[in-house]
């Protein structure tokens, strides 16, 4: 049973323009959620993330919303950059455990 | 910066070997994690451990055990690598209530069992 799913494994975007990656979880008891980027061979970085008593949280071109009543968590990226071209992986979690979705690749295209 | 080390980046094991994965992080988190990632099925979580010799199962433990004898240092033992146990694996950190819920991920170990 995945707690937090991914339903789009790629997304392709033009440079300038808006991406939109989305993540549906099914717990209502995550504390936090999270978006990490992932570039082949390295560990996945910490992009932004979010609690779950707020609805929106920005931090510079990265925006991620939160819909509680629909369990669906996206993040935007505004404009896009060829350099935001990774693999990006949803979590949730509490205090010790986070569960990730599988990860939607995205790739800039300049 | 927070540091989370990880001893190798690549190991090729045979079958039935033991093997140890060691990772090491520097900002004294209380939280440490296992996790490894499978093409299709995204990060799946081995064990965590939220304090010195405290561990607790994930969503995958059968195959694996863990120590942390220190607050720094978490290891993931296979005490008989099997070959679906190929995979990247990628240890992470995290503060006890960390305002932002975020983890700290080393570069990750590649794990090829033969």
């Known amino acids: 049973d995945q707690q937090v799913k991914q339903n789009s494994p790629s997304l392709s975007v033009q440079e300038g323009r808006i991406s939109i990656l989305n993540c549906d979880y099914t717990n209502s008891m995550f504390d936090y959620f999270l978006w990490y980027k992932k570039y082949p061979a390295e560990g996945p970085t910490f992009l932004i993330s979010?609690?779950?008593?707020?609805d929106k949280n920005e931090d510079g071109r990265f925006t991620v919303f939160l819909n509680k009543s629909a369990k669906h968590l996206s993040l935007h990226i505004v404009p896009s950059q060829p350099g935001d071209s990774a693999v990006y992986f949803c979590a949730a979690g509490g205090t010790y455990k986070y569960i990730f979705g599988t990860g939607t690749r995205l790739k800039v295209l300049a | 910066d927070v540091k989370v080390t990880q001893s190798s980046r690549y190991l090729v094991k045979r079958t039935g070997e033991k093997v140890f994965l060691e990772c090491v992080q520097d900002?004294?988190?209380?939280?440490m994690f296992w996790y490894r990632q499978d093409p299709g099925l995204g990060l799946r979580l081995i064990y965590f451990?939220?304090?010195?010799?405290?561990?607790e199962k994930g969503d995958i433990p059968e195959g694996y055990s863990v120590s942390r004898e220190k607050k720094e240092r978490f290891s993931l033992i296979l005490e008989s690598a099997s070959t679906n146990q190929t995979s990247m694996y990628l240890c992470a950190s995290s503060l006890y209530r960390a305002n932002t819920g975020e983890l700290f991920f080393g570069e990750g170990s590649r794990l090829t069992v033969l």
């Open positions: 900002m004294d988190h209380e939280n």
């Open positions: 979010i609690s779950s008593i707020k």
């Open positions: 451990s939220y304090d010195v010799k405290m561990k």
